[in-house]
Every structure is written in structure tokens, then in C-alpha cells.
């Protein structure tokens, strides 16, 4: 995933709980929808 050099990336209206660490290293991502999903808690800091 990280390998990935998304801009956008729009997860909306899945059914994801936990989001991956890996997503911190996207660092060329600057959109980033998630809404409509059953986050459990944030990613670890």
C-alpha cells in the first residue's frame, strides 16, 4: 500500500474498523475520505 503514490483515496461507506499503520507513510496522499465506516479507534500514533 504504501508503494502507492495515491493523491486521493476515497474508502467511504465500507465496513472498516481498524485502519493500517502503513497509511501514515503515504505521504503524497493529501484527500482522504473514510466517512460511513465502523472505525473502532484511530491508528496508532
Known amino acids: 500500500l504504501t ?3 495515491l493523491v486521493k483515496l ?3 461507506g465500507n465496513r472498516i474498523a481498524v485502519l493500517p499503520n502503513e497509511l501514515r507513510k503515504m505521504k503524497s496522499l493529501v484527500d482522504f475520505k473514510l466517512a460511513d465506516n465502523p472505525l473502532t479507534s ?4
Open 10 to 12: 476515497d474508502i467511504s
Open 3 to 5: 508503494y502507492l503514490r
Open 42 to 45: 484511530p491508528p496508532a500514533s
